[in-house]
Each structure stands twice: as structure tokens, then as C-alpha cells.
């Protein structure tokens, strides 16, 4: 599997996620006073998102840094001030998504769901030589 044939995988697998979120959080209604507090969360975190994004680009995003993409002196100054601004970024998007509904054991299922793989993947992508790829990724 290449870089870029996993970067797709990942793109799609994302938009998979988010709309089978949808149903869920459309039923489960907006919370009015939730917003005030969500709103922001989701703001929040979308720039870090989009600032690691665009200084990154895709392939330094998707283990770049692994696959040598990336060099690690390029890593310094804001957003790398914050340890892990992509994943702190998803996972204020998520927190910040969740208080803006009404919650509901389905909601509060699928939510705990997706920052427990969020969380996951920060220790296991923080953790020395934890991860061997099953496929090469060239």
C-alpha cells in the first residue's frame, strides 16, 4: 500500500464516520445553551486541525514524520508548542460536537466510542517502537 493509497483510505474512512454520526446527532436534537459552550470547542479545534493541515499537507499528516516526510526540526513553534495539535484539535472538535446536542445514551455511545479511539491513538503513536506496520506503506 502507498502513502497516498493510505491517505485515501483514511480520507474516506473519516467521512464514513462522520456520517453515520449524523443520524444519531440529528435526532438526539441541538442544544440551545449547549452551542454556547460547543461552539467554540469545535472552532477551537478545527483551526489546530487545519493549521496542521496546512502546514503539513497530506502526506506529512499521515505518518509523515514516520515515513520520513516530515523532519522533525521543521516541528517547532505554534501549533507544536501543544503536544499532539491534530489529535487535541479532533478531539475539542468531538467534545465541542457532543455539547452542542442534546445527549442521549446512542449519542453518549457513539461519543465516548470516538474519543476512546482518539486517546487510543495518541498513547500507541507516543509510545517507542509500538507500532510495526502490518503493510509497507512506500
Known sequence: MTQKQFI????INKLVG???????????GVSGAGLCIGLPFVFIGQY???LVYNILGDPGVYYGLELRKVKPANLKGF????????????????IGWFFSTNPSARVIIIFSCWMFSYF???IVENTPNSVDWPLKID
Open 8 to 11: 485515501h483510505f483514511a480520507q
Open 79 to 94: 501549533p507544536w508548542t501543544i503536544r499532539d495539535p491534530q489529535y487535541k484539535g479532533s478531539i475539542m472538535t468531538v
Open 120 to 122: 487510543f491513538q495518541v
Open 18 to 28: 462522520i456520517f453515520s454520526m449524523a443520524p444519531p446527532t440529528f435526532h438526539a
Open 48 to 50: 489546530l486541525n487545519e
